[in-house]
Nanobody, 124 residues
Framework: QVQLVESGGGLVQAGGSLRLSCAAS????????MGWFRQAPGKEREFVST????????YYANSVKGRFTISRDNAKNMVSLQMNSLKPEDTAVYYC?????????????????WGQGTQVTVSS
């Protein structure tokens, strides 16, 4: 079974950039759709972005479209989230997740493997 470890979070000023990485263990990583979700204090976990198993299809939440880019490297068992033009409302714990299906998806219910999360804080 795949295990996920996120890294790359931190504190950044509004307008800045961060790159989150998610390292996956296991030889079956290439079979999983992957996603990024986030949860701000007092709010429910929300979808950020998803990429299918071969990297050919990507989808973003409207709130991050044009600012965030998801990518994956199946040879390195890695999925990344490049975040540009960050806003204070992007502040949250960001989670990497592996889906039960190669297509990934926007619903958290489609994902059964989660990382521990990494904090992103954007100051105004």
């Amino acid at each position: 079974q795949v295990q996920l470890v996120e890294s790359g979070g931190g504190l950044v000023q509004a307008g800045g950039s961060l790159r989150l990485s998610c390292a996956a263990s296991g030889s079956t990583f290439r079979n999983y759709g992957m996603g990024w979700f986030r949860q701000a204090p007092g709010k429910e976990r929300e979808f950020v972005s998803t990429i299918n198993s071969n990297g050919g299809n990507r989808y973003y939440a409207n709130s991050v479209k044009g600012r965030f880019t998801i990518s994956r490297d199946n040879a390195k068992n890695m999925v990344s989230l490049q975040m540009n033009s960050l806003k204070p409302e992007d502040t949250a714990v960001y989670y990497c997740a592996a889906a039960k299906v190669p297509s990934g998806g926007t619903s958290a219910n489609r994902y059964d493997i989660w990382g521990q999360g990494t904090q992103v804080t954007v100051s105004s």
